[in-house]
């Protein structure tokens, strides 16, 4: 189960992301917004934040203007890694080294065609699950 959150600047590239998501047969809960009204990226940073840290879903993705408010914010929440994600290479690697649980992204940054990429590499790369990247991952929760 992925969670998905964005704000207003995010919300027509998360409707993009929800349709693939839906194509690839992957269940999604949707922490909004749900239009393009105005609205403060913290509130749905933190609403998918806390649904992923309490287990109740696996991964998160979220999306605003620039993906960095959004992925500032869930980063403050206990147990989220969340990776600030504009290539593919950088999705695999978080994915591999840090194990991120959370993937944001910049819908005024980059096109829906390259995000969905991004989404899917972040989604299907496995942690490598080494000793050293188990260690560093153990210290940022120090
Ligand atoms: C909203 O205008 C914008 O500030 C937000 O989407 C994001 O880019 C913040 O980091």
Known sequence: M???GCDHGGYTMMQEVKKHLE???IEYKDYGCY????VDYPEYGKKVAN???SGECDKGILICGTGIGISITANKVK???AALCHDCFSAAATREHNNANVLAMGARVIGV??????VDTFLDTPFSNDERHIRRIAMIED
């Not at 239009?35 to 105005?38: A, L, N, T």
């Not at 065609?113 to 991004?118: F, M, P, R, S, V």
């Open 2 to 4: 992925i969670a998905l």
């Open 23 to 25: 194509s690839r047969g």
């Open 35 to 38: 239009s393009e009204e105005s």
């Open 51 to 53: 649904a992923v840290v």
């Open 79 to 81: 147990g989220v890694r």
């Open 113 to 118: 065609g390259l995000a969905l990429q991004i």
